[in-house]
């Protein structure tokens, strides 16, 4: 029998002690043992909760947990980078307690040196849930595609942005709304601005990154951006290009470095990764021996989450010690960066209807080197502002990023332009 206790019994813990009763027979069978819960721990004892917790023994201090008799494994599902989900997690595997957690922000912030102390205390650390939700794409590089090098990872990190730009679009129900549903749905971080600002993403990016390119997570170096400046004339102008607004995040092996990104792009519907909607996640990989792969399923959510989680206590069940980032910790490398890639972009800006206008951008572009390809004007006026799409063909990073400084600065363009990557 293996005996757990569980730090957090939100979203996640309540789900994990659901889906271990619902389904305690097939578990069992799978992982040759019984899964028990035997201790929780949560910030409010008397709080109404979404699992049944009677009978399991209550702890107030989360890091407490680590040091019971009887427990073999310890799962922290509390949050945040720091704070008690560290201390847990540091007491837990220097106590030689195995350490199962969907924490994000804390594998990609202490990921190493959690990875060291699991491996001087011999026990493993697993964080399948923390990437991606209900997909095994963890699994997935350290396990089935172990034999392959990977040159690029691409992929929808984050369900509360897809949620967000799809309910948007498609119902035409405004930002706020739609973040509070994504709220009320159990998908959003405790601070909400971790998912819309991209952090989350970049945390699982970095993740990600580790197990394909055997470096150390390190999120410092994922440019990010957010979605808060996507608008609905955004979604309507990507709409008329053939395109959807995603949440990306890509990391990609190149000559010079590895670069790793999170924003919010285009991307055609010819694209599989365009029909990938609401809470969903997928992640594509480039693999040396089995080609593109690309993995879709719920990213966010008690249910999906919970799956993760005890795949991993039925792995810990089953003997399995694969080191955390697929590699021991002593080979993984520093994260050397890489420059942005080339793309297409899209570019809205806001600007006087005057004669002229269209002339000045396209000096700054030839200035630049760069050469439209598509220009869209749905408003005339003689006195307001009217917004105007160019889309730009293939173009380095840095000179469209100096091109949108230039225009920006003309009288004419009364808004900051919204600047996005298409990708195809
Ligand atoms: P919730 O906010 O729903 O739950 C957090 C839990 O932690 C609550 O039960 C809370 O107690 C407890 N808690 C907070 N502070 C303390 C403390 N100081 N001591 C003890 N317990 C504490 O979060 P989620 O379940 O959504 O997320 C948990 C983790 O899983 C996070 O790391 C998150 O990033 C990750 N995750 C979440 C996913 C999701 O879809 N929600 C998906 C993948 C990963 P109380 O209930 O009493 O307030
Ligand atoms: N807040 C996260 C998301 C939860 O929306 O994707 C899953 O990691």
């Not at 172990?146 to 942005?161: F, H, K, Q, Y």
Request: net charge negative; glycine share 10%.
């Amino acid at each position: 029998m293996l005996n757990i206790a569980i730090a957090g019994l939100g979203t996640v813990g309540a789900g994990v002690v659901r889906l271990l009763r619902q389904n305690a027979d097939l578990i069992a069978a799978r992982a040759g043992q019984q899964i028990m819960v035997r201790a929780v721990c949560a910030r409010d004892k008397n709080k109404q909760r979404d699992c049944d917790v009677s009978g399991i023994k209550w702890v107030d201090d989360a890091p407490q947990l680590a040091g019971l008799p009887g427990i073999d494994a310890v799962v922290e599902l509390i949050g945040g980078a720091d704070g008690i989900a560290r201390d847990l997690a540091v007491t837990a595997l220097g106590n030689g307690k195995p350490l199962i957690t969907a924490n994000k922000a804390l594998i990609a912030a202490q990921g190493v040196a959690l990875a060291k102390l699991a491996e001087q205390n011999n026990v493993p650390l697993f964080f399948e849930a923390a990437v991606a939700g209900g997909i095994p794409v963890l699994k997935a590089l350290r396990e089935g595609l172990a034999a392959n090098s990977i040159s690029a990872v691409r992929g929808i990190l984050n369900g509360t942005c897809n949620f967000i730009l799809t309910r948007m679009r498609e119902d035409r129900v405004d930002f706020a709304t739609a973040l509070h549903e994504a709220q009320q749905n159990g998908y959003a971080e405790a601070d909400p601005a971790a998912d819309i600002d991209g952090f989350d993403a970049a945390n699982k990016l970095a993740i990600l990154a580790a197990l394909a390119f055997g470096v150390e997570p390190d999120f410092a170096f994922v440019r990010t951006e957010g979605i808060r400046r996507i608008t609905p004339l955004d979604l309507a102008f990507a709409d008329e290009l053939g395109c959807r607004v995603k949440l990306l995040g890509i990391a990609r092996m190149g000559d010079t470095g590895l670069e790793q990104s999170v924003g919010p792009a285009l991307v055609p519907m010819t694209s599989p990764l365009s029909q990938v909607e609401g809470a969903l996640n997928a992640v594509q990989l480039q693999t040396s021996h089995t080609g593109h792969i690309m993995l879709q399923g719920p990213g966010a959510g008690s249910d999906a989450t919970a799956s993760a989680v005890v795949a991993d206590l039925i792995d810990l069940a089953r003997g399995n010690r694969a080191p955390a980032f697929g590699v021991p910790v002593a080979q993984l490398t520093k994260v050397n960066p890489g420059p942005a890639h080339k793309s297409r972009y899209y570019v809205r800006l806001q600007v006087m209807d005057k004669p002229g206008v269209g002339a000045d951008i396209m000096t700054i572009l030839r200035d630049e080197g760069l050469s439209m390809e598509t220009i869209l004007q749905r408003a005339q006026s003689a006195t307001e502002s009217v917004p105007v799409v160019l889309t730009v063909y293939e173009a380095d990073a840095e000179a469209m990023r100096r091109a949108l400084d230039k225009i920006a600065r003309l009288a004419t363009v009364v808004e900051k332009p919204c600047l996005l990557r298409i990708e195809d």
